[in-house]
């Protein structure tokens, strides 16, 4: 089966409180068949609960930059929604390791009515099964990076979601490089 010509890429990613728990960070970044950027996203939303002690370690430096934007999880959700349905048309829409950070966003998005029925990612792209078919690490966009010397904007670095938007997409588009 022949692959249709990419028009966009939309390339997501979110900060959780936990593997498990809810986002408070989203990034997006939306770019045109030569490789620009034509549209962006990021959020932020307070903490609910107590906060990971590995996220906090971890992530919450990463993050330092990005405002507060949204007063609650809910209303940062019905943002992404609108930014997601105004630019998934005609896009390959990707994560890397999407379950269960992503896939959670996307269900909660559902669930709370932002987004229709049929207005998920058909498909949803993950890098993981990309890279392990290329024979690489499916575990790590960042040592793909350092592998082929792909150069990423300062978004600071990983756990930042738009850094993990800009590396998944600049992977995705080596790997189809590669691919021919």
């Known amino acids: 089966m022949k692959s249709k010509e990419m028009k966009k890429l939309f390339s997501f990613d979110a900060e959780t409180n936990g593997l498990w728990g809810k986002a408070f960070a989203i990034g997006a970044i ?5 490789g620009e950027e034509l549209a962006r996203f990021v959020g932020r939303c307070p903490f609910e609960g107590k906060i990971n002690e590995w996220v906090e370690n971890n992530v919450l430096p990463q993050i330092s930059d990005i405002p507060v934007t949204s007063e609650n999880y809910d209303e940062m959700l019905k943002k992404f929604a609108k930014f997601y349905l105004a630019n998934k048309n005609d ?3 990707i994560v890397h390791m999407g379950v269960p950070v992503e896939s959670s966003l996307l269900k909660d998005m559902h669930t709370s009515g932002h987004i229709g029925d049929w207005d998920g990612p058909y498909p949803l792209i993950d890098l993981a099964g990309m890279l392990l078919q ?3 690490d499916p575990t790590s966009v960042d040592n793909y990076i350092k592998k082929y010397g792909l150069e990423i904007r300062d978004f600071g ?7 993990d938007s800009e590396v998944a997409a600049k992977v995705y588009l ?3 490089q590669k691919r021919g």
Do not use: C, F, Q, R
């Open 134 to 136: 290329a024979n690489e």
């Open 91 to 93: 896009a390959d829409i």
């Open 30 to 34: 939306v770019y045109g068949k030569n």
């Open 174 to 176: 080596h790997l189809l």
């Open 157 to 163: 670095s990983t756990h930042n979601p738009l850094y």
